[in-house]
């Protein structure tokens, strides 16, 4: 008789896990209805509940200036005009992420050039960066990947020895801290996505973070139709600049979010760990080995390892739909499939040719030709996560997610079936 579910027999787990995302409450209805009753609906001037926000995100991410976008993907753009990214050059980009960390760069008619990963940590690798920079690389995106910090250490000797501009791409790690800072503050510019599935939810929008005024300053010009807010001649013009404003009803949605925001931090933190050490005493699963460098591990999802030699050779994607009916939200890591796979990129060479074939940029840029080896490796067989809002619920939901686990390893001969 069958033991496992995806065989017919009972799940482990037979109710939702952690809590419904996003979660709100009264302070959300309160401060929505603060905004309508102001008449203040857009985000400018005083009393500006954006003004607000973007001087509270600056100070809680340890930053000295915010600015805020309508989008994660326009604080990118935004980012990388801010850095002086121009037409044909390079922008070093990471494989493992969401898409719009490279297509940002498409949108400044720069090319993403893309780098592989740390194995250790799913982020972009230092050494790899310094072996792919020339003489038009102008920027680096760096993606901390699930929440967990690249090493930024590494990254910001390449950035000095080499004067390359590091824009943080922070939309997985809300609160996360590398060696007591929290990220967004340690590169030139750190970009944050609030749209609503992140763990600091919007609905929609994004913010960019900087320490450096003149690089504020560009901000808010190419944020606000190349106004600067506090000059007073409005009028003044950037070349190509657009609206990329937050309204205000955002911004209000995103001050409550923030009062509960550590706590979230606290609770997914706690639960995690403890998942963490249930894991190392299966065989074939595997925890991150956390840097001590990483003082706080906030997470948008937490990415760790499947190990199929040590799993019976089961493959990793067998094992997941094995899991899977036994009710343990567990999925494919790191954000899939390496983002030049994306047909976006696959068809670039096919006819959809700017900027990698503009006249002023003389390489060959093929990107059905790009491998970056450990990322396809980990998005193949290696990389598995739970997603952020599964760690929000009690020490239970993480003794189910454990139970399903051990269940699935104790019978691997059903899976070969």
């Not at 993907?73 to 992420?97: H, M, N, Y």
């Not at 009062?259 to 005493?281: P, S, V, W």
Request: proline fraction near 5%.
């Amino acid at each position: 008789m069958a033991k496992l579910a995806i065989n017919g027999g009972e799940k482990v787990i037979t109710r939702p896990l952690g809590k419904e995302w996003p979660v709100w409450d009264e302070r959300e209805e309160k401060a929505l209805l603060e905004v309508l009753h102001s008449r203040h609906w857009w985000g400018g001037g005083e009393g500006s509940k954006v003004r607000e926000f973007e001087d509270a995100f600056a100070k809680y991410q340890d930053a000295k200036y915010g600015v805020t976008t309508n989008s994660g993907i326009q604080s990118l753009i935004c980012a990388l005009k801010a850095a002086g990214v121009e037409p044909c050059d390079e922008v070093l980009v990471p494989p493992l992420t969401f898409f719009a960390s490279a297509t940002c760069a498409l949108f400044v008619n720069a090319i993403p050039i893309f780098v592989d990963v740390d194995p250790a940590t799913y982020n972009i690798s230092a050494e790899a960066m310094e072996a792919a920079i020339t003489d038009r690389t102008r920027a680096a995106v760096i993606v901390h990947n699930g929440g967990y910090p690249a090493d930024m250490d590494a990254i910001m000797e390449v950035s000095r020895q080499h004067d390359l501009p590091i824009i943080e791409d922070c939309a997985h790690a809300h609160g996360s801290e590398w060696r007591g800072t929290r990220v967004g503050a340690i590169g030139h510019l750190g970009a944050f996505s609030l749209m609503a599935g992140k763990s600091l939810a919007g609905g929609e929008g994004g913010i960019i973070l900087t320490n450096h005024a003149e690089l504020r300053e560009k901000l808010y010009a190419y944020m606000d139709l190349g106004r600067w807010v506090e000059r007073s001649d409005k009028s003044v013009r950037l070349d190509t600049t657009s609206n990329f404003r937050m309204p205000e009803w955002t911004a209000a949605i995103l001050l409550a979010q923030l009062t509960r925001l550590d706590e979230q931090i606290e609770t997914r933190e706690r639960n995690f760990t403890y998942l963490a050490e249930g894991l190392k005493e299966i065989d074939g699963v595997e925890p991150f080995e956390r840097d001590p460098r990483v003082t706080r591990w906030s997470i948008y999802y937490w990415n760790f390892r499947y190990k199929q030699e040590e799993f019976d050779d089961i493959p990793r994607n067998k094992f997941l739909e094995a899991v899977n009916a036994e009710g343990a939200p567990i999925g494919v890591g790191a954000h899939g499939r390496p983002v030049y796979q994306n047909p976006l990129f696959q068809a670039m060479t096919a006819g959809n040719t700017w900027p990698i074939k503009c006249p002023s940029y003389d390489k060959p840029i093929d990107y059905t030709k790009v491998h970056c080896p450990e990322a396809e490796r980990i998005y193949q067989t290696e990389a598995l996560c739970i997603s952020h809002p599964g760690f929000l619920g009690s020490r239970e939901d993480m003794d189910l997610i454990l139970e399903a686990v051990r269940k699935v390893r104790a019978n691997t001969d059903e899976l070969r079936k």
